[in-house]
T-cell receptor
Framework: DVKVTQSSRYLVKRTGEKVFLECVQDMDHENMFWYRQDPGLGLRLIYFSYDVKMKEKGDIPEGYSVSREKKERFSLILESASTNQTSMYLC?????????????FGPGTRLTVL | AQSVAQPEDQVNVAEGNPLTVKCTYSVSGNPYLFWYVQYPNRGLQFLLKYITGDNLVKGSYGFEAEFNKSQTSFHLKKPSALVSDSALYFCAVRDGQRSGGYQKVTFGTGTKLQVIP
């Protein structure tokens, strides 16, 4: 069965802290994604990765960075957390290639920055 | 640019009645269309997708969606709603005409479905 796991369900951090969100998939998928979900705004793509060490900016990359050192793991980094980064963060993965757009999502991490 | 509109923030329907969750899209090429569902405190789950072929697509949990090219719509439907269908539903689109590399999927803002017992 397809599985995407995220390191924390709930996280509380202080302004200025460095925050790491980890995502692991066990499906050998090439593509991995980080989204943030906010009420009324839906899902917005932060970054995605199509291969190990490869990454591309999404719609809202400012204030975030990512790391993909292994195929199964994709990390989202908030270098200096701010209150406007309080949100639900969703990780997803998918196969590469045509007609393989189905994305598999993790349970999400609800981050609160105080 | 591609976009998705879900015009209703919330849809209320009585248990046993048919339900419709609306979605319209804009894309320059051929649309690839998706519906996902999010249950409380869970990630999104794939329900169904349209790429080509029959305009009526059947998916998980008895849901189906109708692709209408002239109205640029992809409404989600179910003949008889269950209380357990109460969740947040997201429509998504990508441009199927483009190829090469990853083609971004754009999600709508979501529609909360409330099925009333």
């Amino acid at each position: 069965d397809v599985k995407v796991t995220q390191s924390s369900r709930y996280l509380v951090k202080r302004t200025g802290e460095k925050v790491f969100l980890e995502c692991v998939q066990d499906m050998d998928h090439e593509n991995m994604f980080w989204y943030r979900q906010d009420p009324g705004l839906g899902l917005r793509l932060i970054y995605f990765s199509y291969d190990v060490k490869m990454k591309e900016k999404g719609d809202i990359p400012e204030g975030y960075s990512v790391s993909r050192e292994k195929k199964e793991r994709f990390s989202l980094i908030l270098e200096s957390a701010s209150t406007n980064q309080t949100s639900m963060y969703l990780c997803a993965s998918s196969l590469a290639g045509a007609n393989t757009d189905t994305q598999y999502f993790g349970p999400g991490t609800r981050l609160t920055v105080l | 640019a591609q976009s998705v509109a879900q015009p209703e923030d919330q849809v209320n329907v009585a248990e046993g009645n048919p339900l419709t969750v609306k979605c319209t899209y804009s894309v320059s090429g051929n649309p690839y269309l998706f519906w996902y569902v999010q249950y409380p405190n869970r990630g999104l789950q794939f329900l169904l997708k349209y790429i080509t072929g029959d305009n009526l697509v059947k998916g998980s949990y008895g849901f189906e969606a109708e692709f209408n090219k002239s109205q640029t719509s992809f409404h989600l439907k179910k003949p008889s709603a269950l209380v357990s269908d109460s969740a947040l539903y997201f429509c998504a689109v990508r441009d199927g005409q483009r190829s090469g590399g990853y083609q971004k999927v754009t999600f709508g803002t979501g529609t909360k479905l409330q099925v009333i017992p």
